[in-house]
């Protein structure tokens, strides 16, 4: 049997799946079906390496973050090699990573996303960038294909396929549909946006357009400028272990509970991380 392609998905559209398609015999892949038709046994990711825990002699478990969001790699005994590596790699680190989608549904309502790292190398910013570019090419292909489904009263995969869109992502779409129903597309169009924001000629390519100031609702230029308070404040109390987590509240006058959520957005984005307890470190001042 062919072994099934990678992949190549941010990490908030993986963890926004809430349904997967099991194996129904020995050898078969399960799929985890995005809401914009992912069929995902496999991926490729390409993103910051924040975290590693070791929790076993047998098992490490890793956060790797793109700009969308978290995946969770979890490296197992079958996979010796995958786990020195995570072991002996200083973070934070930019990695490759090739690995299965893999599903803990403890009941009906609740699923639980991983990726179990097949081979997993360092690189560098470049190909991260690659990376990001190219996902985002075929994410827009999906956002294309699902809205030109959703006009259509009865969407089949052949009336996408005559649509020039292939069969896997005709196939994808339809059966998302089938699954989700009608889903909120310009969500995942904003998550694209985001992604290409740091990619700028690529993302005039695309045909976007930087929102200016005046477009943005206040609220939201008011969390930008708080992160960006809290960003300057880790690198001014950094001394060289990181930037305690008190003397940053201090310095802010802020509580734990108005700066966490920040902070929990920043490592998500992998601008900052954690690299012991207690301590804040930016990735890249």
Same mark, same amino acid.
């Given at each position: 049997?062919?072994?099934?392609?990678?992949?190549?998905? =941010?990490?908030?559209?993986? *963890?926004?799946?809430?349904?997967?398609?099991?194996?129904?015999?020995?050898?078969?892949? /399960?799929?985890? +079906?995005?809401?914009?038709?992912?069929?995902?046994?496999?991926? =490729?990711?390409?993103?910051?390496?924040?975290?590693?825990?070791?929790? @076993?002699?047998?098992?490490?478990?890793?956060?790797?973050?793109?700009?969308?969001?978290?995946?969770?790699?979890?490296?197992?005994?079958?996979?010796? *090699?995958?786990? $020195?590596?995570?072991? @002996?790699?200083?973070?934070?680190? =930019?990695?490759?990573?090739?690995? !299965?989608? *893999?599903?803990?549904?403890?009941?009906?309502?609740?699923?639980?996303?991983?990726?179990?790292?097949?081979?997993? !190398?360092?690189? *560098?910013?470049?190909?991260?960038?690659?990376?990001?570019?190219?996902?985002?090419?075929?994410?827009?292909?999906?956002?294309?294909?699902?809205?030109?489904?959703? !006009?259509?009263?009865?969407?089949?995969?052949?009336?996408?396929?005559?649509? #020039?869109? /292939?069969?896997?992502?005709?196939?994808?779409?339809?059966?998302?549909?089938?699954?989700?129903?009608?889903?909120?597309?310009?969500?995942? /169009?904003?998550?694209?946006?985001?992604? &290409?924001?740091?990619?700028?000629? %690529?993302? $005039?390519?695309?045909?976007?357009?930087?929102?200016?100031? %005046?477009?943005?609702?206040?609220?939201?230029?008011?969390?930008?400028?708080?992160?960006? !308070?809290? &960003?300057?404040? +880790?690198?001014? &109390?950094?001394? #060289?272990?990181?930037?305690?987590?008190?003397?940053?509240? $201090?310095?802010?006058?802020?509580?734990?509970?108005? +700066?966490?959520?920040?902070?929990?957005?920043?490592?998500?984005? #992998?601008?900052?991380?954690?690299?012991?307890? #207690?301590?804040?470190?930016?990735?890249?001042?």
């Amino acid at each position: 049997m062919p072994r099934e392609p990678a992949w190549r998905v =941010f990490a908030s559209e993986f *963890n926004s799946a809430k349904h997967y398609i099991k194996a129904t015999e020995p050898k078969m892949p /399960s799929y985890v +079906i995005t809401p914009l038709g992912a069929k995902i046994s496999r991926l =490729f990711i390409v993103g910051v390496l924040t975290e590693v825990r070791v929790v @076993s002699d047998d098992a490490v478990k890793a956060r790797v973050v793109d700009h969308t969001g978290a995946f969770y790699l979890f490296a197992g005994k079958f996979r010796p *090699n995958v786990r $020195q590596v995570l072991e @002996s790699v200083n973070v934070p680190q =930019f990695v490759a990573v090739v690995g !299965k989608s *893999n599903v803990y549904q403890p009941n009906d309502d609740t699923m639980y996303l991983s990726v179990v790292p097949e081979r997993l !190398k360092v690189v *560098n910013e470049i190909l991260r960038d690659y990376w990001v570019f190219d996902t985002a090419r075929k994410l827009k292909i999906r956002i294309e294909a699902m809205q030109e489904a959703l !006009k259509m009263d009865e969407p089949t995969v052949r009336k996408l396929v005559d649509l #020039g869109f /292939s069969e896997k992502i005709s196939d994808g779409v339809i059966t998302a549909i089938k699954y989700y129903g009608r889903i909120d597309v310009e969500r995942y /169009s904003e998550m694209l946006k985001d992604a &290409l924001k740091h990619l700028l000629p %690529e993302y $005039q390519e695309m045909g976007y357009e930087m929102p200016s100031l %005046e477009e943005e609702e206040e609220e939201e230029e008011i969390d930008v400028e708080l992160e960006q !308070k809290v &960003l300057e404040a +880790i690198s001014e &109390l950094d001394d #060289g272990d990181g930037a305690s987590y008190e003397e940053l509240l $201090q310095k802010l006058g802020m509580s734990s509970g108005d +700066i966490d959520p920040i902070l929990d957005t920043l490592k998500d984005r #992998g601008e900052i991380y954690e690299p012991k307890i #207690g301590k804040l470190k930016r990735l890249s001042a």
